[in-house]
């Protein structure tokens, strides 16, 4: 179980990389893509910056979980997994309730799921 929860973790911190590269790098092409019922095409360009702020804050999440599968000391490594899951999973309610529900399915659920796993 210990190693699925790795796993999990790990996949969780992939997800919020590549949620950084849509927000930072790529807001006006994959960004339109991924967030087409969301936002209005015209917005994209007006918004690259505050999306660019928050892939920036999803490198954080991304780096944090990184961060905690190289921590060699077990129970380390369990409660900074435990607070950067738990960070993921208040941002994903968050933008679940404020900006759309599909951001529950997308973000949140994902951490629940390693969360739980590592708790197991």
Same mark, same amino acid.
């Given at each position: 179980?210990?190693?699925?929860?790795?796993?999990?973790?790990?996949?969780?911190?992939?997800?919020?990389?590549?949620?950084?590269?849509?927000?930072?790098?790529?807001?006006?092409t994959?960004?339109?893509?991924?967030?087409?019922?969301?936002?209005a095409?015209?917005?994209?360009?007006?918004?690259?910056?505050?999306?660019?702020?928050?892939?920036?804050?999803?490198?954080?999440?991304?780096?944090?979980? $990184?961060?905690?599968?190289? $921590?060699?000391?077990?129970?380390?490594?369990?409660?900074?997994?435990?607070?950067?899951?738990?960070?993921? $999973?208040?941002?994903?309610?968050?933008g679940?309730?404020?900006?759309?529900?599909?951001?529950?399915?997308?973000?949140?659920?994902?951490?629940?799921?390693?969360?739980?796993?590592?708790?197991?």
């Amino acid at each position: 179980m210990q190693t699925l929860g790795t796993i999990l973790v790990a996949l969780v911190a992939l997800e919020h990389l590549y949620i950084l590269y849509i927000e930072m790098f790529a807001w006006e092409t994959k960004g339109k893509e991924t967030f087409r019922g969301s936002l209005a095409p015209e917005l994209f360009k007006p918004t690259k910056v505050l999306a660019a702020n928050q892939g920036l804050y999803n490198g954080f999440l991304a780096a944090g979980l $990184i961060w905690s599968l190289f $921590i060699e000391d077990h129970h380390w490594r369990f409660h900074i997994a435990i607070f950067f899951l738990t960070c993921v $999973i208040v941002a994903g309610l968050y933008g679940a309730a404020t900006a759309s529900k599909k951001i529950f399915y997308v973000q949140a659920l994902p951490a629940i799921v390693a969360l739980v796993v590592l708790h197991l």
